[in-house]
């Protein structure tokens, strides 16, 4: 469970900074697009429930 996050973790921050960056320059179309990246990266919970149920099997197989 704690790789899957930790690489979210990665990609929303290699997104969020450089978005306010930008648009901090007044680049508002790389911002946008930027900001849209960081939406899609933004959600851990697919990864956070996948690495529970994992963790749930690991568990009753042993």
């Given at each position: 469970?704690?790789?899957?996050?930790?690489?979210?973790?990665?990609?929303?921050?290699?997104?969020?900074?450089?978005?306010?960056?930008?648009?901090?320059?007044?680049?508002?179309?790389?911002?946008?697009?930027?900001?849209?990246?960081?939406?899609?990266?933004?959600?851990?919970?697919e990864?956070?429930?996948?690495?529970?149920?994992?963790?749930?099997?690991?568990?009753?197989?042993?």
């Amino acid at each position: 469970m704690s790789v899957g996050q930790k690489t979210e973790h990665h990609g929303i921050a290699a997104y969020g900074n450089p978005t306010s960056l930008v648009d901090d320059l007044g680049y508002e179309e790389a911002a946008d697009l930027l900001e849209e990246s960081l939406r899609e990266e933004g959600s851990l919970e697919e990864v956070t429930e996948a690495g529970e149920q994992f963790d749930r099997q690991a568990v009753t197989s042993d």
